[in-house]
């Protein structure tokens, strides 16, 4: 129908949306609209008629519909094109538009609101790409006989396959289906078709595009038509490969398990509201059979005024409560009515499907007879200060006493049933306590000191005497350790030691340890022909900064000094105070040269150093090396000429002899 013919119409009696534009002065004007336009755009025409399209719709410029229009009224020709409008209070969604260009020069637009069948699209495509974007390949196969692809979803990209792989016929839903499962996954599919099951489940394996094989989980609903019959089937199918290999490693496990616990020596057992697996080492060790335990509470075994904790704690383990991994001595009831004692350890595990709890015991009769004899032993050395220590033959502790209990800061329970590794520190290393083991281990006694650590971190130091205990064979059944803490001893030791060899105001070596120092190196001199240098220096005019500044600023002169020499030398250097303002510096594997270079280059480096006194600072250096059947003294003798020389040099200069 020609836009003429169209317009002679009243287009009010139309249902279609129709819209007037007239072109003017590089806009449109809105000549009319019909009814229709005005319910789908909200807007009664008399408000906008006659009013400029950029004014009714401020963005309009930005949108295609602007430029349609003005290419329509330019070239005459006809336009069809879809905009997406902005939202405000009167206008959004999606529109459809026909623009026809009229004899008398007006634009005709007619149109459709296709908004719902957008945002329809919008969802159907976000389904869709949640669906390729997630783990469901969603298949949908005719039931033909080769079940050829009628529909899969992209992210069959993840078995290597492309979607026209199928839609091509190139493959069907049967060539990917593992070979050894395709004849039973067919019958099944048949079997559940037959029995009118609307929904089935299978697990199978397919190939995937590199020849690689996945285990999938395929969940299959049957659609059919008015009569029954079948139309096609929808398919979701998850790779499952990782779950079925772990289903496959769980069984190994599992399997092992029993291998390991049939013949360990240690009883252990899995219970839920009875006993659901015990080894044989539990039957031996309680007298019932497996038989007879499968029919009985796990509590039932314990003393009666214990049963009802029990009872208590295995029902909050079997609700899947998990509790704190440990050692719980406990007493139980063998068959033949006799109390044991055993130690227990329990935790929650998941076991076919449900809660239960995974145990070990042992059976610690014997042991506890021996604490005791060994309780009534230790009383009579209770009050001691001197602490105690006894472990079995494994070094697991049995007995501590109240010393050391207080010294270590562990508490009994702590203790008992550990090994001395607990307050062991690492300040010594494997060697240390391989020689230990070695000696008492051999029968001998061993005496030393052990640096621990007490539960709080402190180290303490701690002099020992561990002893070996016999039975009547001659073989070692247990150790007894009697020590005393003699941290304090140790600290002053070292802190007399400190006094003896390191200088109180600078922290460097005193002379008592330089004359040991140099002792050691003429002694290697002389051995190895392991040559070394003295460098002796002192500050030039050093009683002027006392009398001008004071002595405190002396002293911190000298503690600044070497601190900066001793941040210029070599580790393998010492740096010794003298005397006064006097040092030396003993330096190995230095000749002539190299001993001038290092005293040149700290006599430089202090020489331009400010020390934030109003007054320059330099040193004199004295310096010599070692010569053949050089003594300490005339060593020293030498080096101090050096340094007068240095002084009687105007100070400030090296001299060598």
Known sequence: MKSSSLYEVPIDSLIINIAIYKWDSNDFIIVDLNISAQKTENVNKEVIIGKYLCNIFPDVKKSCLYNALKRVHETGNEERFDINLYENNRIKGWRKYEAIKLKNGNIMTIYQDFTKEKELEEILNRVNNFIDNSQTIVFIWSPKSSWPVEYVSNNISDFGYSKDDFLSLKF????????????????????????????????????????????????????????????????????????????????????????????????????????????????EMIGYSADELYKIKPWKLTEEKTQASFKSIINRRLSGEKFPKAWNDIKFIAKDGKPKHARLMTETIKYKGRFAGLGTIVDITDIKNTEYKLKMLAQAIEQTDEMMLITDKDGIITYVNDAYIINSGYKHSELIGNTPRV???????????????????????????????????????????????????????????????????????????????????????????????????????????????????????????????????????????????????????????????????????????????????????????????????????????????????NLLKRVDDALYQAKDSGRNCVKFL
Not at 182 to 202: A, C, G, H, S
Not at 223 to 252: A, F, H, M, P
Not at 589 to 599: D, P, S, T, Y
Not at 612 to 622: Q, W
């Open 172 to 283: 069907t839903y049967k060539d990917i289906i593992h070979k050894d499962d395709l004849q039973n996954v067919i019958n099944e599919v048949k079997e559940y078709t037959k029995n009118k099951n609307d929904k089935f489940i299978q697990v199978y394996r397919i190939i995937t595009a590199d020849g690689s094989i996945r285990w999938v989980d395929d969940r299959t609903t049957i659609e059919r038509d008015s009569d029954g019959n079948v139309i096609n089937y929808l398919g979701t199918i998850i790779d499952i490969t990782e779950q079925k290999e772990i289903e496959d490693k769980l069984k190994e496990s599992e399997e092992q398990f029993r291998a390991i616990a049939e013949n360990s020596l240690m009883g252990i057992f899995i219970y839920q509201d009875t006993f659901v697996y015990v080894n044989p080492a539990i039957t």
């Open 423 to 633: 307050v062991k520190s690492d300040m010594q290393d494997d060697k240390f306590y391989k020689k230990l083991w070695r000696t008492i281990s051999s029968g001998s006694t061993y005496t030393n000191i052990l640096i621990n650590r007490r539960k709080n971190k402190e180290l303490y130091h701690e002099e020992i005497t561990i002893t070996p205990v016999f039975d009547e064979d001659k073989n070692i059944i247990s150790y007894v350790a009697t020590a005393k803490d003699i941290s304090l001893r140790v600290e002053m030791e070292e802190e007399l030691n400190k006094r003896a060899n390191i200088d109180s105001l600078t922290g460097i070596y005193n002379r008592y340890r330089g004359n040991e120092i140099i002792d050691i190196q003429l002694d290697k001199y002389h051995r190895y022909n392991t040559n070394f240098a003295i460098l002796m220096f002192d500050i030039d005019y050093f009683k002027n900064i006392n009398d001008t500044f004071g002595h405190d600023v002396g002293d911190l002169v000298l503690k600044k000094l070497t601190k900066l020499i001793s941040m210029h030398m070599r580790k393998s250097d010492s740096l010794i105070r003298w005397g006064g303002e006097e040092f030396i510096i003993v330096s190995e594997h230095l000749n002539e040269n190299k001993a001038i270079n290092l005293a040149q280059k700290l006599r430089k480096m202090i020489a331009s150093y400010e020390f934030e006194i109003d007054s320059d600072l330099t040193v004199s250096f004295g310096a010599t090396v070692t010569k053949p059947n050089d003594t300490k003294k």
